[in-house]
């Protein structure tokens, strides 16, 4: 009974082999699809014994060096031609890449965020496909505004009546305000508030206002009070 299980399990398991990795392997190019039988072989290997040769941009999918024995099929992407302007500089360049954003990545060129790529960077790569890109400029301003300090006054009764003293001087605090300004072609397309921080609070004045008597001695001695 249990060589009749074990006999069942492997045979199971060569059946889901057998599923996923058919005798077959499909190489997709230029429009066509070639069936091959599958081998221990590369895939580079393999396109060249089919005939298929690779120009210097094109791109193939998996990797040269993997083993056929491995895939199911091989994918070429042939590299077009694509005109690019970038910021009125117009250069063109051979891409086997999927989308505008792809080839972008590729080429080594940024595209950030203020700029503008036309088609969207979704676009699909086809054959004379034209892309502009033009440049936003990016302009960070900071502006520092005082926080005025307040005056506390407080009672001392050590200190003569109606006399005032600095017991602290007052001093103004700093509220940094960050914008970003995004220009194209020297107008100003958007403007928003990136920081705004409090970098150093006020610190209050503080004034003592005297509540101590005034006082005089009389000619008998007497202590007399007045304002």
Not at 44 to 59: A, C, M, Q
Not at 139 to 157: C, D, G, H, M, Q
Not at 168 to 193: A, D, L
């Amino acid at each position: 009974a249990i060589a009749l299980s074990l006999c069942l399990v492997i045979a199971m398991a060569l059946t889901v082999y057998s599923v996923d990795l058919s005798d077959t392997v499909e190489i997709h190019c230029d429009g066509k699809v070639i069936e091959i039988d599958r081998t221990s072989k590369s895939v580079f290997t393999t396109l060249r014994t089919n005939g298929i040769t690779l120009g210097e941009y094109d791109r193939v999918s998996p990797s040269l060096d993997v083993s056929v024995s491995d895939v199911d099929r091989i994918v070429v992407r042939r590299a077009v031609e694509v005109t690019l302007t970038d910021n009125g500089v117009t250069k063109v360049y051979m891409t086997s890449a999927n989308t505008i954003a792809d080839f972008l990545k590729d080429k080594g060129i940024p595209a950030r965020s203020y700029d503008i790529v036309t088609p969207s960077a979704a676009t699909e790569i086809t054959e004379g496909l034209k892309v502009d890109v033009i440049r936003g400029e990016r302009v960070v301003t900071e502006e520092n505004i005082a926080l005025p300090y307040e005056t506390e006054k407080r009672e001392n009764e050590n200190l003569a009546r109606n006399l005032v003293s600095i017991a602290r001087h007052g001093e103004n605090g700093n509220r940094k305000i960050t914008t970003e300004t995004i220009y194209f072609q020297g107008k100003v397309i958007s403007q928003k508030v990136i920081g705004d921080v409090v970098e150093k609070q006020p610190v209050n004045e503080i004034l003592d206002i005297g509540t101590k008597p005034n006082t005089i001695a009389g000619p008998n001695g007497e202590i007399y009070t007045y304002s």
